[in-house]
């Protein structure tokens, strides 16, 4: 569905993206994961023809970046910030735009309005949505083309736990319709929860890939077993055979309550290779 070669790209004196090599699956949701700044919306931008680079090879549906037509740019969706939403315009009359631009029936509109829970908010100018709402309208107008390629931005950044999850709900159906999804995020729960493959990027080069539980399983240097008791004791075993009597014995006798491997998560293996935390545009913003 992409596939992208030593790709850089500079902006004046500063290299924001160094020798990126991607090779992303039909059907697949594929997260580029890192900090703000880290160069994840440029490579997008790259990516979607938006910005020119300096070196590299890229091609989307297997052409060349710069010979898709305007047939294929129609099947690809892009969810970025906030743009591409009227303030003064309904619901209905933003999605009416973009469904004009995109030569698509403007039948789809209901359908999409309702797909992402605002049927009742329709007639509801722009500006008078929340931040969740306006998540939503987004990406109806995305998902109204019917998208092969869909680009998601950040799409999550400052929701609450429950649109989060909604939204969530949202990208794994496009995956189940054959819809491939290349998601930007800072946040690794997220990551871990539904991508098959990520790749994290920091100062503009991939500095390890794979699916997020190998990626966490080969960073796993303590190999450990954390053991919770019904006693209220916490247990650290060996990962290995040295322990397996020893945890054969508490659960023959039901001491066990929960039992865990050491695996760290995506956001500690990211810190461990670049010593950076990942922060959000809002956490910067208000630190």
Request: hydrophobic share 40%; with cysteine.
């Amino acid at each position: 569905m992409i596939k992208a070669k030593g790709i850089c790209k500079s902006f004046a004196d500063k290299k924001v993206i160094t020798g990126v090599d991607l090779d992303i699956k039909p059907g697949m949701i594929f997260g580029l994961l890192g900090p703000s700044g880290a160069g994840k919306t440029s490579l997008i931008r790259i990516i979607t023809g938006q910005l020119v680079f300096e070196s590299g090879e890229i091609s989307v549906f297997g052409k060349p970046v710069s010979e898709l037509s305007g047939e294929d740019k129609r099947q690809i969706g892009i969810m970025m910030d906030d743009h591409g939403v009227y303030d003064r315009l309904s619901c209905i009359e933003n999605l009416k735009i973009f469904a004009d631009i995109y030569g698509v029936p403007r039948s789809r509109i209901k359908t999409a309005l309702a797909q992402v829970g605002l049927a009742d908010a329709s007639k509801k100018p722009a500006m008078k949505l929340s931040k969740g709402m306006r998540t939503r309208l987004q990406l109806a107008r995305v998902l109204m083309i019917s998208p092969r390629l869909l680009f998601l931005d950040e799409p999550t950044s400052g929701l609450d736990p429950m649109t989060m999850k909604y939204v969530h709900k949202l990208i794994l159906e496009q995956k189940a319709n054959g819809c491939t999804v290349f998601l930007t995020t800072h946040n690794m729960e997220e990551a871990s929860c539904l991508c098959d493959e990520v790749a994290l990027l920091n100062e503009g080069k991939i500095i390890d890939r794979g699916a997020p539980g190998e990626i966490c399983r080969k960073y796993n240097h303590q190999k450990k077993v954390n053991i919770h008791l019904k006693s209220g004791e916490d247990l650290e075993l060996e990962h290995g055979a040295s322990s397996s009597g020893k945890i054969a014995e508490l659960m023959a006798q039901g001491q066990i309550e929960t039992i865990h491997s050491s695996e760290p998560t995506l956001e500690t293996v990211f810190i461990e290779l670049t010593g950076r935390k990942l922060e959000s545009e809002e956490e910067i913003r208000y630190a």
